[in-house]
């Protein structure tokens, strides 16, 4: 008697371009850009690897009349609770597994969490088993030129760490560095990867002109600036088909043996049951299932040198938007702020960093969703810093405090602010 066992789908040569950045560098702006630019009948998967647990942009994106992503034909997983290259590769094939598998997309856009160093991920995706499965194209990286002048980014490992890595930067928010700033940001950029190339956004500039509606050439302007967008546009799309260096230079290719290095991908049904859920990395980790079914729910933690914390909320709760707004603009040393909360204005979504506050009207959600992510000072002899530095004892008790927040105290606070 025979056992007919179903065929492993072979996946060869997918398009996979990973799109990286700080947090907070602008990496969702670009991404939407590209997939602007996708042919109507092309099939695309964009995986998204968030921070924290709670899963923000997985909660709209599940909400069909928030966005149309299904009828553009792209497919969507995202992957909460942590770095999706930090532990092990698991939770990396399992994600791309089931894109791959379950959508059948000819191309594939990663985004790694902001807080992850992107070698991790090259890494991983410089192993065997992707090597035939995946045509690794140019990593595109976001460069915020607005974070770059600020030394707490610039010295900061994870900061320059996304430079390393990168075939191609992406540099935005710098119309406010003149000229040799400018320079002074190539210099910089040019001592990390001399190889890379560099695209600077124009959106910025034609954004920043005005036109007079009086002048007689506004009309040539118009036309200039359409040109000159549409150029930038092209040059972005045209990275998804350039080779990286970058990840080919890790790649070690088994040529006495290459259907080593190919990988066989099973239904979720046989290949990916058997896969433990636990993990820390994964969209259906305990935690989640947990907040699913007993909210209102909040976690905190530190991760390298952040604090993170979420809260879920009952649709039910309303919650004072300007209240709500001016309560976490108070937090210290806030470096993101993303939610989905229902307030007395409606359902509103939140999109904070410290260099754009960003609040939009969406439609009704299963619940409300608010993730933060502070970064830590240095909490050691701030005493001795103050002599060594010259930085006032207010500036680091500030930092001090911060290693010290109480958490119940945030949860009354936030709790007050339901109406």
Not at 31 to 53: C, M, Y
Not at 57 to 77: P, T
Not at 348 to 357: A, C, V, W
Not at 361 to 388: F, W, Y
Request: charged content about 20%; proline content about 4%; overall charge negative.
């Amino acid at each position: 008697m025979s056992i007919s066992v179903k065929n492993p789908i072979i996946f060869q040569n997918i398009p996979c371009t990973l799109v990286t950045g700080f947090l907070g560098a602008g990496k969702t702006t670009v991404i939407n850009q590209l997939l602007a630019t996708k042919p109507n009948d092309e099939r695309w998967a964009l995986l998204i690897n968030e921070f924290g647990r709670i899963g923000i942009d997985g909660a709209l994106l599940a909400s069909s009349q928030d966005n149309d992503l299904e009828q553009q034909n792209i497919a969507m997983r995202e992957v909460s609770g942590g770095c999706i290259c930090c532990t092990s590769q698991l939770p990396l094939q399992i994600a791309i597994s089931r894109l791959l598998n379950d959508h059948h997309p000819q191309r594939l856009l990663i985004e790694p969490t902001g807080l992850a160093h992107p070698r991790e991920l090259i890494l991983q995706l410089s192993a065997p088993h992707w090597q035939t499965a995946l045509q690794m194209n140019a990593v595109i990286t976001v460069l915020s030129g607005e974070q770059w002048q600020q030394i707490k980014y610039r010295d900061h490992d994870g900061f320059q760490a996304h430079v390393r890595d990168a075939d191609v930067l992406i540099v935005n928010r710098y119309v406010q560095l003149d000229t040799i700033e400018k320079q002074a940001l190539v210099e910089w950029i040019t001592k990390l990867n001399s190889q890379v190339k560099i695209i600077w956004v124009v959106s910025e500039l034609i954004a920043a002109e005005t036109i007079d509606s009086s002048d007689v050439h506004s009309s040539d302007k118009f036309v200039v600036n359409k040109l000159v967008t549409d150029a930038y546009s092209s040059t972005l799309n045209d990275q998804l088909n350039q080779p990286s260096s970058i990840i080919s230079n890790q790649r070690k290719v088994t040529i006495s043996n290459p259907k080593k290095s190919m990988i066989g991908l099973q239904s979720p049904a046989n290949s990916l049951a058997t896969v433990p859920s636990s993990s820390s990395s994964t969209d259906e980790t305990k935690a989640q299932a947990s907040a699913d079914s007993d909210l209102p729910y909040r976690y905190h933690e530190e991760q390298q040198d952040f604090q993170l914390a979420g809260w879920r909320l009952p649709a039910h709760y309303i919650l004072n938007a300007d209240d709500l707004q001016n309560w976490l603009l108070a937090l210290p040393n806030w470096e993101r702020i993303k939610g989905v909360v229902h307030t007395y204005d409606g359902w509103m979504k939140i999109n904070f960093n410290p260099g754009s506050l960003t609040t939009r009207t969406i439609d009704p959600q299963t619940d409300s969703r608010l993730e933060i992510i502070l970064q830590l000072g240095n909490t050691v002899d701030t005493h001795a810093v103050d002599k060594a530095t010259g930085k006032s004892e207010t500036e680091n008790d500030a930092k001090v405090s911060l290693a010290l927040i109480d958490w119940e105290e945030c949860d009354r606070e936030l709790m007050a602010l339901v109406i």
